[in-house]
């Protein structure tokens, strides 16, 4: 079975553009992260209210 000009030429292609894309991403010293800040971290725990006392009734006098 032989593999044709055009298969290997298609097969190629994707590989040449991604390739591409991918230099200017691997010549940057520190890449920027385009996720704004605090993404991904986890939310704080929601604190609770204190929990008002119960009052006890005053003794009947």
């Known amino acids: 079975m032989r593999i044709s000009r055009n298969n ?5 292609l994707p590989l040449i553009a991604v390739a591409g894309l ?4 691997l010549g940057q010293d520190r890449p920027e992260s385009i996720l704004p800040p605090g993404f991904g971290e986890p939310t704080p725990a ?3 209210a204190p929990r008002p006392r119960p009052t006890t009734p005053a003794p009947v006098a």
């Open 46 to 48: 929601p604190t609770q």
């Open 8 to 12: 290997i030429a298609f097969a190629a």
């Open 22 to 25: 991918a230099i200017p991403a």
